[in-house]
T-cell receptor
Framework: NAGVMQNPRHLVRRRGQEARLRCSPM?????VYWYRQLPEEGLKFMVY????????ESGMPKERFSAEFPKEGPSILRIQQVVRGDSAAYFC?????????????FGQGTRLTVV | DAKTTQPPSMDCAEGRAANLPCNHS???????VYWYRQIHSQGPQYIIH???NNETNEMASLIITEDRKSSTLILPHATLRDTAVYYC?????????????FGKGTKLTVNP
């Protein structure tokens, strides 16, 4: 049973370009969470999605950032017109249910570098 | 979310027990305590969680005080590979959101 898969592992973008980060949850998991970790800082919650629905996006920047989790396929975190401050590690986690008794499993992250 | 307080760093000798404390004095009665760790540059790894009883699994033990205001994660025989940042998290169910709120954690260094 494969774990949470994120790709690409490393992504380099020039300022103004778009970045697309993909997350395939563990088999059977329908809840996905995205976190961002700036260099030398802790993980910050961005968004929580359940298939086709955004449940909590309280951590998402108001502009340029969007997330989706379609019925088929991976969850996508999209960053438009990237700026240097977007350089960070982006981690995705998934869980089996929204029941808060369950633990979430994290992927290995996508390291975005904006040049 | 209930806030947690952890020491910023700790050292432990290889082969000895590592005891990582966490204070969560404002925890609510239905909130669980979770522990995750993050080994350098990797994704966070789930370790253990509990409500009020002590818990043990193949990785660690979790001791929660009777008043639930603090807990201790115990790694019984620390190895060099246990060097990581350890996060104590109180999980807050908020209107359907199941997010984990990470603090700064404790950087544990296991020394040979």
């Amino acid at each position: 049973n494969a774990g949470v898969m994120q790709n690409p592992r490393h992504l380099v973008r020039r300022r103004g370009q778009e970045a697309r980060l993909r997350c395939s949850p563990m088999k059977g998991h329908s809840h996905v969470y995205w976190y961002r970790q700036l260099p030398e800082e802790g993980l910050k919650f961005m968004v929580y999605l359940q298939k086709e629905n955004i449940i909590d996006e309280s951590g998402m920047p108001k502009e340029r950032f969007s997330a989706e989790f379609p019925k088929e396929g991976p969850s996508i975190l999209r960053i438009q017109q990237v700026v240097r401050g977007d350089s960070a590690a982006y981690f995705c986690a998934s869980s089996f249910t929204g029941n808060w008794h369950t633990e979430a499993f994290f992927g290995q992250g996508t390291r975005l570098t904006v040049v | 979310d209930a806030k947690t307080t952890q020491p910023p760093s700790m050292d432990c000798a290889e082969g000895r027990a590592a005891n990582l404390p966490c204070n969560h004095s404002t925890i609510s009665g239905n909130e669980y305590v979770y522990w995750y760790r993050q080994i350098h540059s990797q994704g966070p790894q789930y370790i253990i969680h509990g409500l009020k009883n002590n818990e043990t699994n193949e990785m660690a033990s979790l001791i929660i005080t009777e008043d639930r205001k603090s807990s201790t994660l115990i790694l019984p025989h620390a190895t060099l590979r246990d060097t990581a940042v350890y996060y104590c998290i109180v999980r807050a169910p908020q209107g359907g959101s199941e997010k984990l709120v990470f603090g700064k954690g404790t950087k544990l260094t296991v020394n040979p």
